[in-house]
Each structure stands twice: as structure tokens, then as C-alpha cells.
């Protein structure tokens, strides 16, 4: 499967923005969706996730009640809504896919997702 994210931007600390990231060579449902981010000189970390048929999700204490994700399966593209943005957002946000259709397991591990996109740029100002 392969992976376009698109949406980021540069934004001012309480705004928001809408990533996406579709999917394409695949069939998409069979996939469980991640979200990623890495700052400049720390490691890539798990955002959230979102199982294949969107019935479970999972957050990164760090942004629960303020990001949330879904998926279109009929538009093979999944979804970060980021809302109260903080400078500390600012990274470039990946998504990845994990072929998984046998369970709700979501996991945040970058090492659980098999295929990854290129990466958007989020910039939060204070």
C-alpha cells in the first residue's frame, strides 16, 4: 500500500488543522491506521491509531481531548483533526499503515506499521 499525507501547515498555538493521508494499491479497510510525529532531534513517536474498520482508536496521553482520528474507508483515507494546538505539536507528522483485519489491535509502536508516507510539516507558533 502506498501513502500520501497532506494538511500541514503552520498554524498559531490554539488553532487547528486537518491532516489526511489516502491510501492507494491496496484495499485500505484491511489496514489499521497510525499517526506518527517527530521533532527536530527527538524520536519518532505514535500519535494515534485507528483500527480497520474504525470500531477502536488511540491516543498519545499527550493529545488525548485534543486530536482526534478517523477513517473513510470508502475514500481510502484517514484522518488527524488536531484542535488547541501547542508549539510542542510542532513536528513532521507521518501516517502508517499495518495490515491487520483479524482484530480492533491498535498499537502506537512505529515498529507495528509496515508501510509509512513521506511526511507533513505541522509549525505551531506561540
Known amino acids: 500500500v502506498q501513502l500520501q499525507a497532506s494538511g500541514g501547515g503552520s498554524v498559531q498555538a490554539g488553532g487547528s488543522l486537518r491532516l489526511s493521508c489516502e491510501a492507494s494499491g491496496d484495499t485500505f479497510s484491511n489496514y489499521a491506521m497510525g499517526w506518527f510525529r517527530q521533532a527536530p532531534g527527538k524520536e519518532r513517536e505514535g500519535v494515534a491509531a485507528?483500527?480497520?474498520?474504525?470500531?477502536?482508536?488511540r491516543y498519545a496521553d499527550s493529545v488525548k481531548g485534543r486530536f482526534s482520528i478517523s477513517r473513510d474507508n470508502a475514500k481510502n483515507t484517514v484522518y488527524l483533526q488536531m484542535n488547541s494546538l501547542k508549539p510542542e505539536d510542532t513536528a513532521v507528522y507521518y501516517c502508517a499503515a499495518d495490515l491487520n483485519y483479524s482484530n480492533d489491535y491498535v498499537g502506537l509502536g512505529q515498529y507495528e506499521y509496515n508501510y509509512w508516507g513521506q511526511g507533513t510539516l505541522v509549525t505551531v507558533s506561540s
Open positions: 485507528i483500527s480497520w474498520r474504525g470500531g477502536r482508536t
